[in-house]
């Protein structure tokens, strides 16, 4: 088959697709996934590409297998991805676990859709938030980003990539049905003009080499199988060697350093939009779809006079705490529209502390909200 290599344009494609290209620009040469509607076009589109620059795609039996995959290929030294939704990211979160606990570079999109249980299978939601940042057991930090539009599928991809060599931990993309599925312009630039981060090789001799031993950044270097280096994986709790060690101070040392590695570095790893906050008497703070729509409802809150600003998540997780409480010593109240019944607006209220109130919007799924909704939250807030 010939090689055909990246793409580099200006192409009409759906958010789930640009989100696959996104894989492919940053280096992903390994999918393994399940079809699953509104996630299956990545797969697709995956399916299709790989082969065509020397990758591999597999239709794994299920998404517990799917997740395990792409876990080995990383240990392999090859980029990996997977996507889902709904039931089949809950399927997965055993193993995202295992992924945090070894350490494993890859990334995991979830598009999502309406539920709980089989729930709208063809319909938006954005109900899986906090299953995001809790859905494994035991204590972790991880890092999960909400694109709004396909464009930002494709960039967003690559950097859940970079992030999850940088840190070497798996990485969410947090997107949902409506862009998934929505087609616009997408601008994929050169190879060249793309920042690439790839995980960072070991310098000691092999003989050496402790795979979990960290750098300063808490960050460990990792070698791949088969280059010589003698290494031990286990999702045990373990030493700098990979041993297990079943003690409690072991337990400490592990879990500390695996949530201080994104704690410490939150500044590199947040991304925020802000706009007109520094005059706002209320600010409307969304993300994915849910932001797009309430963009619209903040320049028509803004036509009637309304101080309102607007703060859209671009990470979800690790959650901007810092900025939350700056805005509430200054704003009366915090508006929130969300596809679900309250999840994000939990942290808002957590970090606002009572310095100003949150309003959540909620919208069950199977559509986005309607603008005149979010508007009268505003209205409403500032009365």
């Not at 509607?37 to 589109?45: I, M």
């Given at each position: 088959m010939p090689r055909v290599g990246p793409l580099v344009g200006e192409f009409f494609m759906n958010g789930d697709t640009a989100c696959a290209e996104g894989a492919i620009s940053a280096g992903c040469r390994f999918f393994a996934?399940?079809?699953?509607?509104?996630?299956?076009?990545?797969?697709?589109?995956?399916s299709a590409r790989l082969p065509e620059i020397d990758g591999i795609f597999v239709q794994m039996e299920d998404e517990l297998a799917s997740m395990n995959a792409i876990l080995g290929a990383?240990?392999?030294?090859?980029?990996?991805?997977?996507?889902?939704?709904?039931?089949?990211?809950?399927?997965?979160?055993?193993?995202?676990?295992?992924?945090?606990?070894?350490?494993?570079?890859?990334?995991?999109?979830?598009?999502?859709?309406?539920?709980?249980?089989?729930g709208l299978p063809t319909l938006v939601g954005q109900g899986d938030m906090m299953q995001a940042r809790w859905g494994s057991h035991g204590c972790y930090s991880i890092i999960a980003l909400s694109p709004s539009s396909p464009q930002e599928c494709y960039q967003l991809t690559i950097k859940a990539f970079n992030l999850s060599e940088k840190y070497r931990l798996p990485v969410l993309i947090m997107s949902d049905e409506i862009v998934g599925h929505m087609s616009e312009k997408v601008v994929i630039p050169p190879p060249e003009d793309i920042e690439i981060f790839s995980r960072r090789k070991p310098t000691a001799v092999p003989e050496e080499y402790l795979p979990f031993e960290p750098d300063a950044d808490l960050v460990p270097p990792m070698a791949n199988a088969g280059e010589g280096y003698r290494f031990?994986?286990?999702g045990l709790t373990h030493d700098e060697r990979g041993y297990p060690v079943m003690t409690a101070e072991a337990q400490d040392r592990l879990v500390r350093r695996l949530v201080q590695k994104i704690e410490q570095n939150k500044t590199d790893i947040i991304d925020i939009e802000e706009d007109g906050i520094d005059n706002a008497e209320v600010?409307?703070?969304?993300?994915?779809?849910?932001?797009?729509?309430?963009?619209?409802?903040?320049?028509?809150?803004?036509?009637?006079?309304i101080k309102v600003g607007m703060l859209r998540l671009v990470t979800v997780w690790p959650f901007p705490e810092e900025t939350i409480r700056q805005i509430s010593q200054r704003v009366k109240a915090f508006v929130v529209p969300e596809i679900n019944y309250g999840q994000i607006a939990l942290e808002v209220e957590r970090c606002a502390g009572g310095?100003?109130?949150t309003i959540l919007v909620?919208?069950?799924?199977?559509?986005?909200?309607?603008?005149?909704?979010?508007?009268?939250a505003i209205r409403g807030a500032v009365r």
């Open positions: 996934g399940y079809p699953i509607t509104p996630a299956t076009e990545v797969a697709e589109r995956m990383s240990w392999a030294g090859v980029k990996a991805m997977t996507a889902t939704s709904g039931p089949g990211f809950s399927l997965m979160m055993e193993n995202l676990g295992l992924g945090v606990m070894l350490e494993t570079p890859c990334v995991l999109a979830n598009i999502q859709r309406a539920g709980p249980s089989t031990h994986v286990t600010v409307v703070c969304s993300y994915g779809i849910s932001a797009r729509v309430s963009q619209f409802a903040v320049e028509r809150a803004r036509d009637e006079g310095a100003a109130d909620p919208n069950m799924g199977g559509s986005a909200h309607r603008p005149e909704t979010i508007i009268d």
